[in-house]
């Protein structure tokens, strides 16, 4: 069974640069077939998707976080990670990594989450 | 991009009793391509439904998923205590994948 874990730091300064990692075990991420994506929640409010990953390095971004986001992908590690720059309050929100399915664009393996708050 | 929107925000239904929870798009979701998944605090995310009717792996059949074109339904037909949490529906057919604001289903 597929498990993914985030980890990072839990809180960043405004302006700064939010970086976090998702670790995958029980597969591969360079055997390919699915893409990796990052997910976040606002506190109180509903799920962004935030894009994606190929074990590749291609990737696609939602176009509202487009200026923004990176991610990445080390393959030697079974990681992908996500770098969100310049970063404001409205950037506070829980973080998910997961795995899309193989038929379709939508995830069928998530991670607990981890929440990030920007402040001061 | 395509708006979901969920309706009722939050069901008060006891255990045992059918909830009916909705997701409107705002346009016309291509193939169907609509899922629902569960969520409860400090859990993983949980997939229950994709391709609008399709229970995921491992999902009891008392979850049921219905709809196309822009109205869609997550049925639970007898609640169990496990099963409270809040669920949102995400299209998947027109990019960027959009998510709706969630419903929440709580004990009476």
């Known amino acids: 069974q597929v498990q993914l874990q985030e980890s990072g730091p839990g809180l960043v300064k405004p302006s700064q640069t939010l970086s976090l990692t998702c670790t995958v075990s029980g597969g591969s991420i360079s055997s390919g077939g699915y893409y990796w994506s990052w997910i976040r929640q606002h506190p109180g409010k509903g799920l962004e998707w935030i894009g994606y990953i190929y074990y590749s390095g291609s990737t696609y971004y939602n176009p509202s976080l487009k200026s923004r986001v990176t991610i990445s992908v080390d393959t030697s590690k079974n990681q992908f990670s996500l770098k969100l720059s310049s970063v404001t309050a409205a950037d506070t929100a829980v973080y998910y990594c997961?795995?899309?399915?193989?038929?379709?664009?939508?995830?069928?393996?998530w991670g607990q989450g981890t929440l990030v708050i920007v402040s001061s | 991009e395509i708006v979901l929107t969920q309706s009722p925000g939050t069901l008060s239904l006891s255990p045992g009793e059918r909830a009916t929870l909705s997701c409107r798009a705002s346009q016309s979701v291509s193939s169907s391509y609509l899922a629902w998944y569960q969520l409860k605090p400090g859990q993983a995310p949980r997939l229950l439904i994709y391709g609008a009717s399709s229970r995921a792996t491992g999902i009891p059949d008392r979850f049921s998923g219905s709809g196309s074109g822009t109205d869609f339904t997550l049925t639970i037909s007898r609640l169990e205590p496990e099963d409270f949490a809040v669920y949102y529906c995400q299209q998947y057919g027109s990019s960027p994948r959009t998510f709706g604001g969630g419903t929440k289903v709580e004990i009476k």
């Open positions: 997961a795995r899309d399915s193989w038929n379709g664009d939508y995830e069928d393996y």
